[in-house]
């Protein structure tokens, strides 16, 4: 009897699965058939909005910087895995706070491409904004021979194709999917699920018209984990005969990332996107550490876009930064255990909280490190340090270790036998709330981040003082710092005139015998 009553229930969940594929795929095939999916290969799309800077948000519970988006122009092709996003911006945000390569000086033409395994990018400054009642041009007939390729953004990039509503409904088509319902403000809605080829789970929200009203997915961020990425179509209209969302609000981390009002819509446009010859490259080479000796035990280590630096102290070693992603901050740590075999790295210093400096810090906690941090970062750290990471697990969440925060308000001492560093706040910065510079007197080395990045050798000035920089130089006269060199997180070891020369001022001698700064 009790084998017959199990028969039975298997035998009725068996059906009920069967029952919802059956139901999905019907409700596929009308959305497919609403919005022209099987007669789309391809779209282009154009329109305008805002752009916002992901991770690069002022303090860390406000929204990413904003910048005022002249023309956003899309061209996805799903036969190919083809991809081109252009974004022209220019500031939005006066004063400008945050990162995103603020203050945006001029128009920025950003073009992110992808095409099968190839991603490449393209930046340039335009002389004037695009006519914004142009519609739709064909794409370039040649690629910039400035592309720089990108690797690294292959997956992130196709994985986007699949998220536009026509693509969801493409990949929906081909894979197993499953059927769910949800009620919001009184609206039923359909939602249908499906893991992507790289493993990422994807779902798509189904209105009453039969249209794709939301696309969400997780994907795997250094800092925030298993991270969530929503994308809202709404206000679909018919663009020639093309049903397509008017409105498309996209954002991660909490946090909006791109607001576009769609002005224009082509169903299977003649655009190819041809690879340039400098972008066939899909091999991503592992990290690189170049050391650079600055004094005894102390090294400046470079050798990518993010730099670090290495103090070695009598008893331990404190490393300013962990930039990038863990397998940078390996990549490093191994290059210190080289120079210091026989000493802990006790402590990181972390500039401040922006994503691109702080996402190889849990690497750091697998080291027994103490994170040393501004006050206003503890509690985003409590959350980076315990999000979940099951699509990419880290060392620290395989190993279960448990972070260690130090947070400093305003000043900082490590002393320890003859060394001495001081780390000190960035008082008015307005790159971000809690910016942290490091100073270490015997050496008259100042580190810092983001506030000063110098040209290349020999270069002249440019022609508007960065407010970053000036307020830098404040923060050091206020402090009263004897700086000979800066150590910049970004770019290379510097004398203390190539900052002076970058805000307009010189070095004048005095009576003193020691060297200032003048007008």
Same mark, same amino acid.
């Given at each position: 009897?009790?084998?017959?009553?199990?028969?039975?229930?298997?035998?009725?969940?068996?059906?009920?699965?069967?029952?919802?594929?059956?139901?999905?795929?019907?409700?596929?095939?009308?959305?497919?058939?609403?919005?022209?999916?099987?007669?789309?290969?391809?779209?282009?799309?154009?329109?305008?909005?805002?752009?916002?800077?992901?991770?690069?948000?002022?303090?860390?519970?406000?929204?990413?910087?904003?910048?005022?988006?002249?023309?956003?122009?899309?061209?996805?092709?799903?036969?190919?895995?083809?991809?081109?996003?252009?974004?022209?911006?220019?500031?939005?945000?006066?004063?400008?706070?945050?990162?995103?390569?603020?203050?945006?000086? %001029?128009?920025?033409?950003?073009?992110?491409? &992808?095409?099968? +395994?190839? =991603?490449? *990018?393209?930046?340039?400054? /335009?002389?004037?904004?695009?006519?914004?009642?142009?519609?739709?041009?064909?794409?370039?007939?040649?690629?910039?021979?400035?592309?720089?390729?990108?690797?690294?953004?292959?997956?992130?990039?196709?994985?986007?194709?699949?998220?536009?509503?026509?693509?969801?409904?493409?990949?929906?088509?081909?894979?197993?999917?499953?059927?769910?319902?949800?009620?919001?403000?009184?609206?039923?809605?359909?939602?249908?699920?499906?893991?992507?080829?790289?493993?990422?789970?994807?779902?798509?929200?189904?209105?009453?018209?039969?249209?794709?009203?939301?696309?969400?997915?997780?994907?795997?961020?250094?800092?925030?984990?298993?991270?969530?990425?929503?994308?809202?179509?709404?206000?679909?209209?018919?663009?020639?005969?093309?049903?397509?969302?008017?409105?498309?609000?996209?954002?991660? %981390?909490?946090?909006?990332?791109?607001?576009? &009002?769609?002005? +224009?819509? =082509?169903? *299977?446009?003649?655009?190819? /996107?041809?690879?340039?010859?400098?972008?066939?490259?899909?091999?991503?080479?592992?990290?690189?550490?170049?050391?650079?000796?600055?004094?005894?035990?102390?090294?400046?280590?470079?050798?990518?876009?993010?730099?670090?630096?290495?103090?070695?102290?009598?008893?331990?070693?404190?490393?300013?930064?962990?930039?990038?992603?863990?397998?940078?901050?390996?990549?490093?740590?191994?290059?210190?255990?080289?120079?210091?075999?026989?000493?802990?790295?006790?402590?990181?210093?972390?500039?401040?909280?922006?994503?691109?400096?702080?996402?190889?810090?849990?690497?750091?906690?697998?080291?027994?490190?103490?994170?040393?941090?501004h006050g206003s970062n503890r509690r985003f750290y409590d959350l980076v340090f315990e999000a979940a990471r099951q699509l990419n697990p880290d060392r620290m969440s395989k190993a279960g270790e448990r972070a260690h925060v130090e947070p400093v308000d305003d000043h900082y001492l490590l002393r320890n036998g003859s060394r001495v560093m001081e780390i000190?706040?960035?008082?008015?910065?307005?790159?971000?709330?809690?910016?942290?510079?490091?100073?270490?007197?015997?050496?008259?080395?100042?580190?810092?981040?983001?506030?000063?990045?110098?040209?290349?050798?020999?270069?002249?000035?440019?022609?508007?003082?960065?407010?970053?920089?000036?307020?830098?130089?404040?923060?050091?006269?206020?402090?009263?710092?004897?700086?000979?060199?800066?150590?910049?997180?970004?770019?290379?070891?510097?004398?203390?005139s190539e900052l002076l020369k970058a805000i307009g001022k010189q070095i004048q001698p005095q009576p003193d015998g020691m060297l200032h700064a003048g007008l």
């Amino acid at each position: 009897m009790r084998n017959r009553v199990l028969g039975a229930v298997v035998l009725a969940v068996a059906l009920s699965l069967v029952a919802e594929a059956q139901d999905a795929k019907t409700i596929l095939d009308q959305v497919a058939q609403t919005m022209g999916v099987s007669d789309m290969n391809s779209v282009r799309y154009a329109g305008s909005g805002f752009y916002f800077a992901f991770g690069q948000n002022y303090a860390p519970d406000q929204p990413w910087p904003r910048f005022r988006m002249e023309r956003y122009d899309r061209f996805v092709d799903y036969e190919h895995l083809e991809s081109r996003e252009e974004i022209v911006r220019t500031q939005a945000e006066s004063p400008p706070r945050g990162g995103g390569n603020q203050p945006l000086i %001029g128009i920025q033409q950003q073009v992110l491409s &992808v095409s099968q +395994d190839y =991603a490449w *990018n393209e930046t340039a400054v /335009l002389p004037s904004l695009p006519d914004r009642n142009s519609g739709i041009d064909p794409l370039p007939a040649a690629p910039s021979p400035s592309a720089t390729p990108n690797p690294a953004a292959v997956a992130e990039r196709r994985r986007q194709i699949w998220m536009t509503p026509h693509g969801f409904v493409k990949a929906a088509l081909a894979r197993e999917v499953t059927l769910s319902y949800q009620t919001q403000r009184r609206r039923r809605l359909t939602i249908l699920s499906f893991t992507m080829d790289d493993g990422t789970p994807v779902s798509g929200m189904v209105n009453d018209n039969n249209q794709i009203e939301r696309v969400d997915a997780r994907i795997p961020n250094p800092i925030l984990g298993d991270m969530l990425v929503e994308i809202a179509y709404l206000n679909y209209k018919d663009f020639g005969g093309v049903q397509f969302p008017a409105h498309i609000l996209q954002s991660q %981390g909490g946090f909006e990332t791109l607001e576009v &009002v769609i002005t +224009d819509v =082509a169903a *299977n446009p003649p655009d190819r /996107l041809a690879v340039p010859p400098q972008a066939r490259i899909t091999k991503i080479d592992p990290p690189r550490v170049e050391v650079q000796p600055v004094a005894e035990g102390l090294w400046f280590l470079t050798g990518g876009s993010h730099n670090s630096v290495a103090v070695e102290f009598r008893d331990y070693v404190a490393v300013i930064e962990a930039p990038i992603d863990e397998a940078r901050s390996l990549a490093v740590i191994a290059e210190i255990h080289r120079l210091a075999p026989n000493k802990q790295i006790r402590y990181l210093i972390n500039t401040h909280h922006h994503f691109d400096h702080s996402g190889g810090l849990r690497a750091y906690v697998t080291e027994g490190a103490t994170i040393i941090t501004h006050g206003s970062n503890r509690r985003f750290y409590d959350l980076v340090f315990e999000a979940a990471r099951q699509l990419n697990p880290d060392r620290m969440s395989k190993a279960g270790e448990r972070a260690h925060v130090e947070p400093v308000d305003d000043h900082y001492l490590l002393r320890n036998g003859s060394r001495v560093m001081e780390i000190h706040l960035v008082e008015g910065n307005l790159h971000n709330a809690g910016l942290l510079m490091v100073y270490l007197p015997r050496e008259r080395l100042l580190v810092e981040a983001d506030a000063f990045t110098p040209g290349p050798p020999n270069s002249s000035p440019p022609a508007q003082a960065n407010p970053f920089t000036v307020n830098l130089y404040e923060n050091v006269q206020r402090l009263k710092l004897d700086v000979a060199q800066v150590a910049p997180i970004h770019g290379r070891l510097v004398p203390w005139s190539e900052l002076l020369k970058a805000i307009g001022k010189q070095i004048q001698p005095q009576p003193d015998g020691m060297l200032h700064a003048g007008l």
